[in-house]
């Protein structure tokens, strides 16, 4: 276990929580910004590990770069890939 990492194991119905939570947060943030968000980001923070809403708000960010970049016109290396 890392620094403040815990052994607790999130079951089904906590799970489900916090990504519903998550999903709230994001679709408040993407209407109303994230100034208007305060009460989603808080369900968010509270139904969801630390380490969770860390992840969840770098994979955001990240997204949020790449669409960035495609709207700028460049080709991502992973969507040249031929499945």
């Not at 990492?5 to 999130?10: A, K």
């Not at 916090?18 to 994230?34: I, P, S």
């Not at 208007?36 to 708000?57: G, Q, Y």
Request: proline letters at 1%.
């Amino acid at each position: 276990m890392g620094k403040g990492e815990s052994s607790e194991v999130v079951g089904v119905s906590k799970r489900k929580a916090c990504w519903n939570a998550r999903d709230e947060y994001y679709k408040c943030v993407a209407v109303n910004g994230v100034k208007n968000c305060n009460e989603a980001k808080e369900a968010f923070d509270k139904l969801c590990p630390k380490a969770w809403v860390e992840h969840f708000e770098k994979m955001n960010t990240y997204a949020k770069y790449k669409q960035k970049l495609r709207t700028e016109g460049y080709k991502l290396k992973d969507e040249n890939k031929d499945n």
